[in-house]
């Protein structure tokens, strides 16, 4: 709002809503005050001494991040401003917290009386524990061993999952936020479902911040899902093939390469993999005895995995397979089928809405679709698969995981006669329904494959035992075991073909493509292991003159071709990450979660990041006294610290421009602080000179790594700082220094510079845990620095921080997103990029010319508003 004279204008941005006339006097006690709303179908101002209403419709909801005013706060009769957000979250009150509990208590017992039934039912609890214990015990296999050892050593080894740092940061704000909230985006609304999962979840947040610790969860529930797995393969061979070790290697090939994908995550997946494998048990137990206990429990789990995560769709996937019996099991119990389904409605919307309302939860369900990315429609399905030819998704393990959930779909689909074997059948049929029920999320990330991890291996699994069992049969088809071997080596190119990143930290010294590789490349090794085999197999018969068994090698390597996909790989990825760990002589990930484990807390990647000391700046003292100092022009940002000389040099195409000289003192480290953008084909540099007299003489000149132009969104910084290296010293004879720019392009662009600056630097750990700091560090690479302290959210309302911690291109998703919380810190406050460096790698990118800038950098927020001062919230937000 603004005023001129007595005319009063409303307006957002550049469009004016509203101009008012303002009274020439208001009598005592008349009320003057305005009152402005916004919703989603338009404005509307009233109030005032007229007593006014004038409304009209938005085109658009704006995105509001601050409101700012001109008027003197400071004078006796100023004016006040009180502004409410709509309800952004709602908390529980004490008795809504008891309802809920009584409910979901009576929707579970209401499921247990209609699953109990007659049978006769074992005498105690202690001969039912023994009974299972004897029945593990017999049923232990090397696989076992197998998958648990690679469990344990992904637990400590897995690189981060890029959307780990989003879960960690939205639980811990779960006090100050009123509930898990997105933070980082959709102008922090709280998530419209997980509550239950993030809840039960948040008590381990709260506690530390160690990603080992935090991956606890994941590491049990991927142990849970494989012994549900086992016991699905167990009773499915039982009726119909019988018992088959080499299906079991298949699934524990199949569970790894599934696990180590997707499994070890703080997202959602681990949980609805293991309520989506207990599904399968329950449709396998339903087939086998069509008892009510199987449908019941199911019910249980659908309608915990629904309301966790949009995926947990494919929950029902399993039911909607033995849909037919169950529909003719239902006709013959309609009470019971009915008192199910009642219940089961009951306890997913009982479910759903703890926590909050079913009126918050549409509003974040309608914020998060206006504001978010979950905007994907079902005909943007094939996005999905093709993430996977992209960094961080398009790993070899991920896109072998994908390949081995085809080949079971498509063992499915070519098969003619599916009939009398439902159970055999059972878990491909739900695999296969299960992705076509992805089709109806609303975001279209590989991540949600991990739902389907557990399925995938036993559908993998019980079609190597069907391939095994049609090989006994008289009547065999002869092409088949071809078909596998093929489609396997098919497989294995993809999967090896493109070795993306996990993420940008996940080696720190190798590099996934291995140096002997230009030699021998491990792509067309694993493309053609497969045929190697068959090839081997049939030359040891030829050998061992037993000519009539090479009708049997097809079949028997086509029965191991699961494990030749899955195991290299799996031996590959953990040997690689491994050695990359033993050779880095400073920070990864592995040796931080070994710290955490030993119970050393540290500051993860900060113990070992070199950063400038921001209060350490000093400016050199100017040679050339008589030179000019006019003022920058207006474009210039305002000094990077207190009484830092700034200077515009250029626009230079074929020549050069430079600033005054600096007396560079011995002894000292020198930098410079850089605004603008860099154009093609110029340079900035460092001139050494030496005094002489009343003249300096120029020696040599040294080029600074400045290149703002290889950012995203570069306009968001004001300063860049600029050094060179520890080896990139001045010649011995050098006493003065300035800046320069050359050009040799077609055209140039003006850049500012501060005076030259000695600095000194201090750990990364320091700046992190100086008093009063608020850190604000991207998600993705937040596990890293466990002990940051994020600016809080509470009220609506976010702190701003000290200093942001980043890629050194990138200040995305904090900043450049107009639905991100923090990003009206651009539109007050200015940005100095600091590079970061980890002075015991040999490698220090960040100051070699032309190239991209540091990996890591802090970003210094300056705070300091002249004349004007922060207004706290004066309403809450929050309902109750």
């Not at 291996?457 to 090989?471: H, I, N």
């Not at 002869?478 to 073909?497: D, I, K, T, Y």
């Not at 300091?864 to 109750?880: C, F, H, L, M």
Request: hydrophobic share 50%.
């Amino acid at each position: 709002m603004s005023r001129t004279g007595r005319r009063l204008t409303v307006s957002i941005g550049y469009r004016v809503l509203d101009r008012v006339t303002l009274p020439l006097s208001r009598g005592a006690g008349a009320d003057c005050s305005y009152r402005l709303y916004l919703n989603d179908r338009g404005w509307l101002l009233e109030g005032g001494h007229a007593e006014i209403e004038h409304s009209d419709k938005l085109e658009t909801m704006p995105t509001v991040n601050g409101v700012f005013s001109a008027l003197d706060l400071r004078s006796g009769r100023r004016p006040s401003i009180e502004i409410t957000t709509r309800t952004h979250a709602s908390r529980a009150a004490p008795r809504q917290t008891v309802a809920w509990i009584v409910a979901v208590l009576f929707a579970v017992g209401g499921l247990l009386l209609v699953a109990i039934e007659g049978r006769p039912r074992p005498r105690g609890t202690r001969s039912v524990l023994r009974t299972t214990v004897r029945a593990a015990r017999d049923a232990a296999h090397p696989a076992d061993a197998l998958v648990a050892a690679i469990l344990l050593a992904w637990w400590v080894l897995s690189p981060a999952f890029p959307d780990d740092g989003w879960v960690m940061t939205r639980q811990s704000m779960f006090e100050s936020a009123g509930g898990f909230s997105n933070y980082y985006n959709s102008l922090g609304t709280n998530l419209p479902l997980s509550y239950w999962l993030e809840w039960a979840q948040h008590w381990l947040t709260q506690s530390s911040s160690a990603l080992v610790v935090l991956r606890i969860p994941a590491l049990l529930c991927l142990a849970a899902a494989w012994l549900l797995c086992r016991w699905v393969l167990a009773r499915v061979l039982a009726s119909s093939v019988g018992d088959d070790h080499i299906a079991l290697w298949a699934l524990a090939s199949a569970f790894a390469v599934g696990a180590l994908s997707w499994g070890m995550t703080l997202r959602p997946e681990p949980v609805v993999a293991v309520l989506v494998a207990g599904v399968l048990a329950c449709a396998v137990r339903f087939v086998e005895r069509e008892t009510v206990a199987p449908i019941a429990i199911a019910v249980v789990l659908v309608a915990l995995a629904v309301p966790a995560h949009p995926s947990g769709i494919v929950s029902i996937a399993p039911l909607l397979v033995v849909g037919p019996k169950l529909v003719r099991w239902a006709r013959s119990r309609v009470s019971v089928s009915a008192t199910i389904l009642a219940t089961g409605v009951a306890l997913l919307v009982t479910v759903a809405v703890v926590g909050s309302d079913l009126e918050q939860r549409s509003s974040d369900a309608a914020t998060i679709r206006a504001y978010g990315d979950a905007t994907a429609s079902w005909q943007d399905e094939v996005a999905r698969y093709n993430f996977l030819l992209v960094p961080p998704y398009g790993t070899p393990l991920r896109r072998e995981s994908v390949a081995l959930m085809g080949l079971a779909v498509l063992a499915l689909l070519l098969r003619t006669r599916r009939n009398g074997a439902l159970l055999l059948n059972l878990p491909s049929a739900a695999l296969a329904m299960g992705l076509l029920l992805l089709i109806l999320t609303p975001s279209k990330w590989p991540w949600h494959f991990g739902t389907l991890l557990a399925i995938a291996a036993v559908s993998v699994a019980c079609e190597t035992a069907r391939l095994r069992s049609q090989a006994a049969r008289p009547h065999r088809t002869r092409h088949l075991p071809l078909l596998w071997v093929g489609a396997a080596m098919v497989a294995a190119a993809w999967s090896w073909s493109a070795r993306g990143q996990w993420n940008s930290s996940d080696l720190r010294t190798l590099d996934w493509t291995l140096g002997f590789e230009s030699r021998l490349s491990l792509t067309n090794l694993a493309a053609i292991l497969p045929g190697l085999m068959l090839l081997g197999a049939a030359l040891s018969e030829v050998a061992r003159r037993r000519h009539e068994h090479l009708r049997e090698v097809p079949w028997r390597v086509a029965s191991w071709t699961v494990p030749l996909l899955a195991l290299p790989l799996v031996a590959f990825t953990v040997g690689v990450l491994v050695v990359d760990a033993g050779k880095t002589g400073s920070w990864t990930l592995t040796n931080q979660n070994i710290a955490a484990l030993r119970g050393d807390s540290g500051c993860g990647f900060a113990d070992d990041l070199v950063a400038l000391q921001p209060s350490s700046t000093r400016p050199l003292q100017r040679i050339e006294a008589t030179a000019s100092s006019a003022p920058p022009p207006a474009w210039v940002p305002p000094p990077p610290g207190a009484g830092l000389p700034r200077f515009a040099l250029g626009p230079v195409t074929s020549g050069y421009d430079r600033s005054p000289w600096f007396e560079l003192p011995s002894g000292s480290r020198v930098g410079v602080f850089m605004a603008g953008a860099i154009a093609p084909r110029t340079k900035l540099a460092f001139e050494w000179g030496r005094i002489r007299k009343s003249r300096v003489e120029s020696l040599a000149s040294a080029e600074l790594a400045a290149a703002p132009a290889l950012e995203v969104r570069a306009d968001i910084v004001a300063w860049r700082f600029l050094a060179l290296s520890e080896d990139s010293v001045p010649p011995r004879r050098a006493s003065a220094v300035r800046i320069a720019i050359r050009g040799t392009g077609t055209f140039g662009n003006a850049v500012a510079v501060t005076a030259p600056v000695t600095y000194a630097t201090e750990g990364l750990v320091q700046t992190l845990e100086r008093a009063g700091s608020r850190q604000l560090v991207i998600p993705y690479i937040s596990p890293y620095f466990p002990c940051a302290q994020q600016p809080r959210l509470q009220d609506g309302i976010v702190e701003v921080p000290s200093e942001i911690v980043a890629f050194g291109t990138s200040l995305q998703p904090i900043l450049g997103r107009t639905t991100g919380p923090f990003d009206g810190i651009r539109d007050l406050y200015l940005l100095a990029r600091l590079p970061l460096i980890d002075p015991e790698l040999p490698v220090e990118p960040w100051i070699e010319p032309e190239t991209l800038p540091p990996d890591f950098a802090v970003y210094q927020v300056d705070r300091r508003i002249a004349g004007a001062k922060v207004a706290p919230p004066v309403k809450s937000t929050v309902t109750s």
